[in-house]
């Protein structure tokens, strides 16, 4: 039953779909723009379906890190709001022409954006997704399966209801943004192999989930990924820039996959640095956990285990780790970072050009908290997460990230000898 009633979901989002690949920009903004109105004009609705939500994950024993993400507050839903409506103002992406040129043969070929098609998003904890990923996909011409956690089951479904009950009032055909309302396991096992229906899965949640979709999915995946997220303080580091950066990058919003899970420290400076950085950052109340020559500079931290520079905390702790110089801090990085944001504090052009050219990350700064990894701030309106994969989108995964390509061909009678 669970089944037929997700592919009923998958022939409406490929009717949709279909539709929307079409659709002039003007329709798909003029719903964008209603979704973020109708946000705004129910967050009486929303506020209490998240209420519902929140007790909940308490009476369940949800983490700290997960009630956090799980939060909405007038605030929130603004921004949720606010988001749509600045990816209503976001250049159109569908039938940009990409290039094109004239073969031997005197045939015209050119290359252009078009819709992926289905989305499929399953995610966790985060009821905002549900607005920011339905916004993305319906301005790029997609149509979306949201399968969110149980965790935000009544938050994401009002949203959900809200958003495409207002789309639908402004010609975005039905099917465009669909909802799995089921907290059954089941449906996420069903999506990740409707190949005959979606044309993409991304998922947005913790390793448990993302280990299931890559070991289980037959439809094609794209990962967002874990955020094990570093800091190097080189030794010309500019000691409040360095402060600065490094409380930012772990304490703005812990719980986010861009927050910084280790701080490095060239030897050159820990001396000197490291007493200031480490007091900040514990008055901020963050627990730190240091190798032994950090704990011999800062003896209040706890002991790093092997596990600490492997672990995505996602809460105020931070492991710390004395390196000899770049290239250790480089080999660290490259060794235990998830491929997602990266960041060197230094005053040495040589040293930040290194770690540009060095580190194998989506997002690599020089001088910046990693925190800006985001696909507002990168200037994409919203994203569908940060993926750290290399094949067809990596990084903040805005407008141009959900469309493939369409090579158009005119000829003349041509034929091929």
Known sequence: MLKEQIYELGKKARTASRILATASTRMKNEGLIAMAEALRVNKGEILSANRLDLENGHSTGLPEPMLERLLLNEKRIDEMAYGLDKTADLKDPVGEVLGAWKNRQGLEIGRTRVPLGVIGIVYESRPNVTADAAGLCLKSGNSVILKGGKEAINSNRIIASIISSAARSRGIPEGAIQFIDSTDRESTAILMKMNEYLDVLIPRGGKGLKEAIQQNATVPVIMTGM???????????????????????????????????????????????????????????????????????????????????????????????????????????????????????????????????????????????????????????????????????????????LTSVKYIIRGHGQIRG
Not at 246 to 269: D, F, G, M, Q, W
Not at 291 to 320: C, F, H, N
Not at 351 to 362: G, I, K, M, T, Y
């Open 227 to 401: 955020g094990i997220c570093h800091v190097f303080i080189d030794e010309t580091a500019d000691m409040p820039m360095a402060v600065n950066i490094a409380v930012n990058a772990k304490v703005s919003r812990p719980s986010t996959c861009n927050s910084a899970e280790t701080l490095l420290i060239h030897e050159k400076c820990a001396e000197a640095l490291l007493p200031s950085v480490a007091k900040a950052l514990e008055e901020k109340g963050v627990e730190l956990r240091g190798d032994e020559r950090a704990r011999t500079i800062w003896p209040g931290m706890k002991r790093a285990s092997m596990e600490d520079w492997a672990t995505e905390y996602l809460d105020l702790i931070m492991s710390v780790k004395v390196v000899k110089g770049l290239e250790e801090a480089v080999d660290h990085i490259n060794t235990y970072g998830t491929g997602h944001s990266e960041a060197i504090v230094t005053e040495n052009y040589s040293s930040s050009s290194r770690f540009l050219e060095a580190v194998d990350a989506a997002a690599v700064y020089v001088n910046a908290s990693t925190r800006f990894t985001d696909g507002g701030e990168f200037g994409f309106g919203a994203e569908m997460g940060i993926s750290t994969q290399k094949l067809h989108a990596r990084g903040p995964m805005g407008l141009e990230q």
